[in-house]
């Protein structure tokens, strides 16, 4: 269906739950009469249109942080290499040094190997064999690319995958989650797509990948796009006290438009767990851990255990990924660190996605952002606190890299999660976020990415919009993962603000996806 044919349908489906949101309870009858009744009109030529991502640079080699010291710097290219290693399974598997630039580079990025490993320890299950095989739009530390990787890992050195059908050749690379076990508790986890069999590096390998047409039948699966990791040492230095005060600013507008969020808590010290499409991430520092092992199947410090510990497979250290005590790297300070860490550095110093002039009609479109309420739940901006140079104990607060201190963050989140409703809900369980809720994606990056919402399932600025609507009842639509539970939820949190978005003009609707894929 193609994206205007589908907003036509949803809302002649939702249309009487429409006008009862509209004469209940979001907002005024006044405040509505700003922006018009609420439903779509007028021929489709003239109706508002996603311009399309904006032109990727010039070059896939993203920016540090400005004001890094040289030793920083030094960090975080060597954190580019090492985001960029071709996986194997084994140190002698390796086919070049770990030492310099690869043998074998992408013409598009000079530090990735296309063919010969110059890394090791991949266990025997695995969602890619490169962080940037997932994360490359529009360049290193991105998402999903345009073109799907899945054929190239499920058959890299020989290996006798078959891709899910869910992975589509030009749709987001997808990772799944199971909702339940088979004794129908919650699972929740992720279930890797691909196994080391037929794969030179691991020749007695034969283990076999999940079941996931079966799980496709039962509507057990829940689908994640991979984020981008730009600026986000930036929102790792936000101070929970400022998420708080913001959660509780404008109390009386966000009751009338059905907005309430929460933070996700980090249940060992009560902090504010904020990386994820869920938050379910702590730090940077965890993130880039569980990746490593999640993703590409390596241990590491933080998960020193093989998701699978089959003897035939299982060709690796276990802890793998540790400081290196060899003398040639222990006295190198660039290599000491494991890989995982120095991944947690490049997200740390990789700048943030800069926008776009915005033409005359993307500042109105981004007054009507704020007229329309997104930025209730896009918080547009947060302050790092510190200063570069302190000069008294007071002063010394922020992070300990200056160039961090003292920052406005543009991140365009409040970094809470919400009731999302039957659209977006996938069923999954991560820490405070239930099954409808997500964390506010941050759009920071956004004119530049080609899939949206957590399941990437379309393409289109205005079809991801009309998802963020969903009423009490609902079947969940063009939902993917959408089951027996989707009737089950309540109204989406973004309700008012979808509907007063679409009380536009189409004109001024226009303005806004301009101001959006300007960001």
């Not at 530090?111 to 997932?134: E, H, I, K, W, Y």
């Not at 997104?374 to 901006?381: D, L």
Request: proline share 8%; glycine share 8%.
């Amino acid at each position: 269906m193609k994206p205007d044919q589908y907003v036509r349908a949803k809302y002649c489906l939702g249309f009487s739950v429409v006008l009862f949101y509209l004469i209940a309870a979001t907002t005024s009858s006044a405040q509505f009469g700003q922006f018009g009744h609420g439903i779509p009109s007028g021929p489709p030529w003239g109706r508002a249109k996603d311009p399309g991502p904006r032109p990727n640079p010039a070059t896939t080699v993203p920016n540090p942080v400005p004001g890094l010291n040289a030793n920083e710097v030094a960090l975080f290219n060597e954190s580019l290499l090492r985001v960029s290693e071709l996986e194997g399974t084994c140190d002698t598997c390796a086919q070049q040094s770990q030492d310099g630039l690869p043998v074998d580079p992408d013409p598009q990025n000079p530090f990735s190997p296309l063919r010969l490993v110059n890394s090791a320890g991949m266990g025997p299950v695995f969602n890619a064999d490169q962080c940037f095989t997932c994360h490359f739009q529009p360049m290193i530390g991105g998402s999903s690319p345009r073109k799907n990787p899945a054929e190239t890992v499920a058959h890299r050195f020989g290996g006798t995958n078959t891709v899910p059908s869910f992975e589509e050749p030009d749709g987001a690379f997808r990772e799944v989650r199971f909702k339940f076990n088979r004794d129908g508790s919650r699972d929740g986890g992720v279930h890797s797509l691909f196994t080391l069999q037929g794969r030179s590096d691991a020749p007695a390998c034969r283990l076999e990948q999940p079941d996931f047409d079966r799980e496709l039948q039962k509507r057990n699966i829940a689908y994640r796009i991979p984020l981008q990791l730009f600026g986000l040492g930036l929102i790792e230095a936000i101070q929970d006290s400022a998420i708080l005060s913001n959660m509780n600013a404008d109390h009386e507008i966000k009751e009338r438009l059905g907005i309430h969020g929460h933070a996700n808590i980090v249940p060992n010290n009560g902090t504010i767990s904020r990386f994820g499409w869920k938050a379910q991430n702590a730090s940077i520092t965890m993130f880039a851990g569980e990746a490593y092992n999640v993703e590409m199947g390596i241990s590491n410090d933080l998960f020193p255990i093989m998701r699978s510990e089959n003897p035939d497979c299982n060709l690796s250290y276990e802890a793998f990924d540790i400081p290196r005590t060899d003398d040639k790297r222990y006295n190198n300070p660039l290599k000491i660190m494991p890989a995982w860490l120095m991944f947690t550095v490049f997200m740390r110093f990789v700048d943030a996605p800069q926008p776009a002039p915005l033409s005359a009609s993307a500042v109105r479109g981004r007054q009507l952002f704020n007229e329309v309420g997104c930025a209730h739940c896009h918080t547009a901006s947060f302050r790092i606190p510190g200063v570069a140079n302190p000069s008294r104990p007071s002063e010394e607060i922020g992070p300990q890299t200056v160039a961090l201190r003292g920052q406005t963050v543009n991140l365009y989140s409040d970094l809470l999660v919400h009731h999302m409703g039957a659209t977006l809900a996938d069923n999954i369980v991560q820490g405070n976020a239930g099954p409808d809720e997500f964390r506010t994606t941050p759009l920071w990056g956004l004119g530049q990415r080609f899939y949206f919402l957590h399941d990437g399932r379309t393409q289109d600025l205005m079809t991801a919009i009309q998802d963020h609507f969903s009423f009490p009842g609902f079947d969940g639509g063009d939902n993917p993962v959408k089951d027996r539970d989707s009737f089950r939820y309540g109204p989406s949190e973004a309700n008012g603000v979808v509907m007063r978005f679409n009380a536009l003009q189409e004109g001024d609707k226009q303005a806004v996806l301009e101001f959006l894929r300007s960001l």
